[in-house]
C-alpha cells in the first residue's frame, strides 16, 4: 500500500502537557471482548457470557482508526500500538495494520496480545507491517496459567504463539507476566528459566489496581525489587540504564543469557515519564490508565470534523493533561477515588 500522504495535514508537535510530558505514543484498543477471563483483568464473575460489549457499530472503523492515528502521528507520535481486549479478535486485523504501516512517521508498530490466536495470524500480520509482539504468559505451569486465565487459556498454545513469531520473522518478543502474591509468583524462576538465553525478553509486572471489579488488594502486589533479590540470588544480574521514557527496568544476566525487565507501576510509579495516550474501541481518549472518563473523539469524527479539527482538540487535551496517578495512588484511594476506566477497554 501506497504511503498516505501528510494530506495538507500540519506536522507540528502537540505542546507538551501540564507537567511538561511530550505526547510519543498512542495505545490502540481495537475490542473490547477477550477470549480470556484473567482474574486481575476481566474476571469472570464480571464478564459472563451474556456481557453487553461493544457493538460493532460502536467500534471505530478500521479507516476512523487510522485516521485519528494519522493525527496523532502529525502531533508528535511515532510509536503505536494495538490493544483489547484481545486485538486478534478484530476480524481482518492485518488490514488495519497494513493501514497504518503506511502512515509516514509511524517509527514503531506493535502489539500486545494473549498469543491463542496468534498462530494463523503471525505471518499474515507481519506481512502487513506489523514490527513487534509483545505476549502476554503468567506462568510456564499449565494448571497455574489456566487459572491466570480464567479457565479459558492453555501454555501450550502460548508456546505455539511463540513459534509461530518466530517463524513469521519477529524479532524478540517481550513477554509480559503480571504477578499475584499466592497466585502465581512461586513460578516466577520458572519463566526464568524459560526465557533465559532465549532473546525473548521477559517482563514482571506488578499487579495494579486497574479498573474497578478486579477486587485488587494492596498485599497481592509483589514488589519488582523483591523478584529482583530472587532472580538475582540464583543468576546474579547487573542494572542496565533506564531512558527517561521507559516503563521498565532492565537488569542483564551477567552471564550473557541476556535481559529481564520489571514494571514497577505500583512500588516505584514512571508517572513523570509517561509519554502514552490511549485511545478505546469505541473512541474516547483517555490520558491515563487509571483515568476515569475519556473524550469522545468518535462524536467528533462522525460529526464531519475536519482533521485540522481533530489535531487542535487533541492538542487541546494533551496540553491540559496533568495525570499521574500512581504516584498520588495512596492518596487518592483513600480520598475514595476508586472510579477507573476497565482495563480490557483501553488495553494497558
Ligand atoms: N489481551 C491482551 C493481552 O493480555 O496481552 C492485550 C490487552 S491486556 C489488557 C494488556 C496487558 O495488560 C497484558 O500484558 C496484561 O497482563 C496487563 N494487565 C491487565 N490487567 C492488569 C493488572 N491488573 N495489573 C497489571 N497488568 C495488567
Ligand atoms: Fe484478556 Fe488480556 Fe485482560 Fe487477560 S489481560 S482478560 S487476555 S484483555
Ligand atoms: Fe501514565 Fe497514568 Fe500510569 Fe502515571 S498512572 S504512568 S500518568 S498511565
Known amino acids: 500500500m501506497k504511503p498516505h500522504a501528510p494530506l495538507g495535514l500540519q506536522q507540528t508537535a502537540a505542546p507538551p502537557d501540564a507537567l511538561g510530558r511530550v505526547l510519543g505514543d498512542l495505545r490502540i484498543s481495537v475490542i473490547d471482548r477477550c477470549n480470556f477471563r484473567c482474574p486481575y483483568c476481566m474476571p469472570e464473575e464480571a464478564y459472563p457470557a451474556d456481557h453487553a460489549f461493544l457493538r ?7 479507516d476512523e482508526i487510522e485516521r485519528i492515528a494519522r493525527v496523532f502521528v502529525s502531533l508528535g507520535v511515532k510509536k503505536l500500538r494495538l490493544t483489547g481486549g484481545e486485538p486478534l479478535l478484530r476480524r481482518d486485523l492485518p488490514g488495519l495494520v497494513a493501514e497504518l504501516a503506511a502512515i509516514e512517521g509511524v517509527e514503531d508498530l506493535a502489539l500486545t496480545t494473549n498469543g491463542a490466536l496468534l498462530p494463523k495470524l503471525a505471518q499474515p500480520l507481519r506481512d502487513a507491517g506489523l514490527q513487534r509482539i ?13 487459572r ?19 517463524r513469521a520473522g519477529f524479532g524478540p518478543l517481550k513477554i509480559n507476566c503480571v504477578v499475584m502474591r499466592g497466585v502465581n509468583d512461586d513460578g516466577v ?3 526464568v528459566t524459560r526465557f533465559r538465553g532465549t532473546g525473548h525478553v521477559l517482563r514482571f509486572i506488578e499487579y495494579m489496581d486497574v479498573g ?3 477486587g485488587w488488594r494492596g498485599d497481592r502486589v509483589v514488589p519488582g525489587v523483591e523478584l529482583v533479590r530472587r ?29 529481564v525487565g520489571f514494571i514497577n507501576s505500583v512500588t516505584e510509579p514512571f508517572c513523570g515519564g509517561c509519554t502514552r495516550a490511549r485511545l478505546s474501541a ?5 490520558t491515563c490508565l487509571f483515568a476515569h472518563a475519556g473524550h469522545d473523539l468518535r462524536a467528533l469524527l462522525r460529526a464531519g470534523e475536519s482533521d485540522e479539527a481533530l489535531r487542535a482538540t487533541v492538542a487541546g487535551i494533551w496540553s491540559h493533561r496533568g495525570d499521574r496517578y500512581s504516584e498520588r495512588r495512596a492518596e487518592l484511594r483513600a480520598a475514595g477515588v476508586l472510579e477507573h476506566v476497565e482495563m480490557y477497554r483501553i488495553g494497558g
Not at 509483545?134 to 489456566?146: E, G, K, N, Q
Not at 543468576?235 to 533506564?242: D, E, I, M, S
Not at 527496568?249 to 550473557?256: I, L, N, P
Open 56 to 62: 460493532a457499530r460502536d467500534r471505530l472503523d478500521f
Open 134 to 146: 509483545t505476549l502476554s504468559m503468567d506462568s510456564v505451569d499449565p494448571a497455574i496459567f489456566r
Open 148 to 166: 491466570m486465565s480464567g479457565g479459558r487459556g492453555e501454555v501450550a498454545d502460548v508456546e505455539a504463539a511463540i513459534a509461530a513469531a518466530e
Open 189 to 191: 524462576l520458572d519463566l
Open 212 to 214: 474497578t471489579v478486579n
Open 231 to 259: 532472580i538475582d540470588a540464583r543468576w546474579p544480574l547487573q542494572a542496565l540504564p533506564r531512558s527517561a521514557t521507559s516503563t521498565s527496568r532492565r537488569w542483564r544476566f551477567r552471564d550473557g543469557a541476556g535481559e
Open 282 to 286: 469505541d473512541g474516547k481518549l483517555y
